[in-house]
C-alpha cells in the first residue's frame, strides 16, 4: 500500500460551523514560501478532533473520507487558488497533516480508538496510522477487550504497510466479531501478502456478507490467480448483491480468460 499523508481538509468549512478553535496559530506564509511540517501536537489534535464532534456530523463524514486522499499541496506555487485564499489556515491545514510524532498526541490518538462517535473514531484512526506510533504499541490495541478499539485500531494498521502485525491480524479475521473480521480482511488487502490468501479464502464461507465482500475484495488486492474459481463460485451463487459485486472487482484484477464464462451472462 502507498503510504499517503493525512490532509486535514475541511478547515474553512468547520471554521464557518462556528469550530474556529480547530485551528491554531502558526507563522503566516506568504505565496511561494515553504517550511519543514513537524506535525501536530497534542493540543492541536484535541482541538481538530473537538471541532469534528462540534461540526454537523455530514461535515465530518466528509472531511473523514477525505483524509489521506491528497498526497501535497501545490508547492506553493498557489495556482487554481482564489485571489483571497487564506494562506495561513492553508499553513495551519498541512502542518496538522503532517505525520503525528509527538508522544502525547500518538497517545490522545490512542484513547480515541474506542470513542463513541463513529467518524471521530475513524478519523483517529486514520491519524494513528500515519503517525510515529510502534508496531507494539498497535498491537496492544490490537489485543484490547474491546471489539470497537480492535476494529479502530486495525484501521490504523492498514493505513500503512505494517507487515510485522500482519499474523495478529490474520488471527482478528478469524475471531468472532464481524465487524473485527471485515476491517482485518481490508487491512491484508492493503497489505497484499501472498501467505494471507490462505486465512482469506476461508473467510469466503463466513456467515455474514460483510466479511465475505471484505475478503474478496483483498483476494482481488494480493492478485493471486489460485483464487479464481473461489471467487467465481460467488459470483455464481452468492446471495448477497455486495459479495457477488466485491468478487466480480476482484475477478478484474485476475484478469484470468477462465473467468469469462461466469462474467459474461451479467454483461
Known amino acids: 500500500m502507498r503510504r499517503s499523508l493525512v490532509a486535514m481538509v475541511g478547515l474553512g468549512v468547520l471554521t464557518a460551523a462556528g469550530a474556529t478553535a480547530a485551528v491554531v496559530a502558526a507563522p503566516s506564509l506568504e505565496l511561494g514560501q515553504e517550511r519543514e511540517r513537524t506535525g501536530p501536537d497534542s493540543a492541536q489534535v484535541a482541538r481538530f478532533l473537538g471541532a469534528l464532534r462540534a461540526a454537523d456530523p455530514m461535515l465530518c463524514e466528509l472531511i473523514s473520507d477525505q483524509i489521506g ?51 471521530v473514531r475513524h478519523v483517529a484512526a486514520k491519524m494513528l496510522g500515519n503517525s510515529a506510533v510502534t508496531d507494539d504499541a498497535l498491537a496492544r490495541y490490537l489485543s484490547d477487550p474491546s471489539p470497537r478499539v480492535r476494529e479502530a485500531a486495525l484501521r490504523a494498521a492498514g493505513q500503512d504497510d505494517r507487515l510485522a502485525l500482519r499474523v495478529r491480524v490474520e488471527r482478528l479475521l478469524e475471531g468472532d466479531d464481524t465487524a473485527v473480521s471485515a476491517m482485518a480482511a481490508w487491512v491484508l488487502g492493503e497489505y497484499e501478502q501472498r501467505p494471507s490468501v490462505v486465512p482469506l479464502r476461508r473467510a469466503l464461507a463466513h456467515d455474514a456478507a460483510v466479511v465475505r465482500a471484505a475478503a474478496a475484495w483483498a483476494l482481488g488486492n494480493i492478485e493471486d490467480v489460485s483464487v479464481a474459481a473461489d471467487l467465481e463460485a460467488l459470483v455464481a451463487r452468492d446471495s448477497d448483491r455486495r459479495v457477488r459485486l466485491a468478487a466480480i472487482r476482484a475477478l478484474g484484477n485476475l484478469e484470468q480468460p477462465r473467468s469469462v464464462t461466469v462474467l459474461a451472462p451479467l454483461v
Not at 501535497?72 to 498557489?78: E, F, P
Not at 499553513?91 to 480515541?112: F, H, K, P, T, W
Open 69 to 119: 486522499n491528497f498526497w501535497s499541496d501545490d508547492g506553493g506555487v498557489g495556482v487554481g487558488r482564489l485571489a483571497d485564499v487564506r494562506v495561513q489556515l492553508r499553513a495551519q491545514r498541512y502542518e496538522v497533516s503532517s505525520e503525528v510524532r509527538d508522544a502525547a498526541a500518538i497517545g490522545l490518538l490512542g484513547s480515541e480508538l474506542g470513542g463513541a462517535d463513529p467518524c
